[in-house]
């Protein structure tokens, strides 16, 4: 029986007053391989933000469940499209980003931060490219390296917005390959937005589905696919 | 050479120097994150702080100093809101930084050459009490930015991810901001308000053309912003010229170029 890493208990997210998700109560186990999915503007990235412990509720309470005594460690990898390609960052330079919550204030990475970025590069299969500007990289690449910089960090669980956004079928199949040997591997806990029914399908254990009133249904895949589950969280269009 | 042998052009060179030293790292952010006219908007604000302490007989670059670190913050905490896009803030703040200037030192107690000096800085007249504290604020400002490298590049590049690995970004912005702050207000008040702006812009946007590499930007940035403002101080004293657009002009020649070669590049690949 796999134990929580994540338990929320009557949670509101939104901004100010405005309400985004609410009576929300789930759990995340660990190694699980949760899609979450909603339409549009539906507040699949505020989830995201919450678990991280970004964005605070507004009411309830979230209780993020470590090991000996420490909390868990997130490994966060952002929608490719919010980094700017202006910092002239090798793939290896923004891998090593994942190390730094392991440093204290004030210190920088050392040759073996840089060792654990590069092998975390070989991980995702862009070692090769560990010298290359990211910006230069495409956009299945630019995907890999952050899901490297996320693996940096050691993390308990990955975290990942839009994974497979803006990429071509056989990229967003190989990026979700990956995730899924990651989550083979070591049991690493996955949890990834998206808005392709897909991706979902054919990768994903659990299903958290994002209704259009704000509330969150939370199953099995088969249960939370299936054209009633569905048909409460898209219930006017936008499928 | 015989322009080191001029004590007060002695002056001048290290001021000068310091200057670029230390807000050639700062360019670097300033362009990055897109504050660039942060920079201006608060040169005036600084500028009207000096106005109003010598209204009120306060000492000057203390009031100017307040006000920057104090506006630099407030930057650090505005965002966009639904209605307003940040750059209209932005926009007033540079315009009712100047006509405060204005408005205020029409009444000060001091002759016109003397407020001009102390409202805009003149590289030609930076005096010795004025170098040394260069030297402190600008070492600081240095330390500050070796050691603090990591949090400000990634508060800079992604400060979710740095929430997400528990780095305090609100502190270590208002640390950096702070520090841009400082550096401003004492470089502000050495070398006026145009040379002030041109140093937190230039170097950085004509390195950021030519680098790919974060760490060789810092060094074109820094190795560029002392040759530029070495060589306009030369320049302007053989050509007679005013020392400070010199120098501007030459960091925009750099910049020029550097942007004219990045765009040749980018067309050949």
Redesign the interface.
Known sequence: MPSDLLRAHGVTLGYGTRVVLQHLDFAIERGDFLGVMGPNGSGKSTLL?AV???LKPLTGTIERIGTNGKPPR?G?V?QRE???T?????AL?VAV??R??R?G?????RREDFEIAHACLQRAQMDRFSAR?YRELSGGQQQRVLIA?ALA?EPDAL?LDEPTNGLDIESERAIMELLLDLQREKATTIVFVTHLLSAVEHFARRVALITRNGTLLIGEKPEMLSPQSLARAYAEGDA | MDLLTIPFMRHVLIAGVLVALGLAPLSIYVVLRRIVFVGAAVAEISSAGVALAILFQLPPFSVALVLTVVTFLGFSRAADSPRLPLEALIGMLYAGGSAAAVLLIVKAPRGEGDILNVLFGNILTVPLPLLWGMVVAFSLVLAIQYLAYKEFLIIAYDPDMARALGIRVALWNTIFYVTVGVAVAIAIRGVGALLTFTLLVAPGAAALCLAERLAVAFAIATVSSVAATLGGIFVSYWFDLPTGPTIVALLSVLFAVSYAYAALRRRSS
């Open positions: 933000k991280l412990g970004l997130f966060y952002p919010q980094l700017d202006h910092f002239p960052l090798s330079e980003m994942g730094f919550g440093l204030a004030l210190r920088r990475p500007p910089r960090g975290l």
